[in-house]
């Protein structure tokens, strides 16, 4: 979906790269994360976990953007640089990720910052304020514009992100509605282009495998 768009579009995913990533320590204590944590993938990439819940199976798993990896990459939780999972989808065309947890290393949670997530719903509407917590900007909060092109995936809305904020959490009050994929040409003034949670549920759940029947925490 974001193909159309790709010469004003600046993916936010793909932060700068990482220096002096430490090494992890003996038995580690397991990482708390949930929508809104700040991720690193790869030892290169800073993006934002978006949901993490249980699927149809009983493995715990969360989402992000599909441009922060593809499958196989390694995940860990930023602030204490400890892995705890690894990629093992990535969706480039609605632009999604699937990660399988460590449950034995994470702690999930349903509360990150100044968003807390109970469920899942419908696209945000025309006119709806929509805010997001990213690892990089926090939580921002922002007018909602719709789909623009009537994809039926996508939403657009005025709230302010940057590079390490994709796959944040967009949602009104405490249900989500969808992830930060992009911005249009200005960081912060966006735009902000993201797609909707329900979007990436029907592929998951059409595609089974890791992540089908996926609810939160």
């Not at 990896?69 to 990535?90: C, I, L, M, P, Q």
């Not at 910052?113 to 469920?119: E, S």
């Not at 809305?157 to 405490?174: A, F, L, M, R, T």
Request: one cysteine or more; proline letters at 4%; a negative charge.
């Amino acid at each position: 979906m974001f193909k159309k768009l790709a010469t004003m579009v600046m993916a936010v995913g793909a932060a700068s790269a990482l220096v002096g990533v430490g090494g992890a320590a003996a038995a580690p204590a397991p990482s708390t994360l949930g929508g809104g944590s700040g991720i690193i993938i790869d030892d290169e990439f800073e993006c934002t976990l978006t949901t993490i819940g249980h699927d149809g199976a009983g493995n715990l798993v969360g989402l992000t953007a599909g441009h922060c990896g593809d499958a196989g990459a390694v995940v860990k939780a930023e602030y204490n640089r400890e892995v705890v999972g690894r990629f093992v989808y990535s969706n480039h065309d609605l632009d999604y990720a699937v990660i399988r947890f460590d449950p034995a290393a994470v702690i999930p949670v349903n509360h990150v910052g100044h968003v807390t997530i109970t469920g899942m719903g419908n696209p945000a509407q025309f006119g709806n304020v929509v805010c997001k917590e990213g690892r990089t900007t926090g939580n921002t909060c922002g007018i909602v514009w719709g789909d623009v092109f009537n994809t039926n995936q996508e939403t657009w809305s005025q709230v302010c992100v940057v590079e390490g904020d994709s796959g944040s959490p967009v949602v009104i009050g405490s249900t989500l509605v969808g992830m930060v994929n992009a911005y249009l040409a200005t960081p912060c003034i966006g735009p902000e282009v993201g797609t909707n949670i329900n979007a990436v549920l029907g592929d998951m759940n059409a595609r089974g495998g890791v992540g089908s029947g996926y609810r939160p925490i």
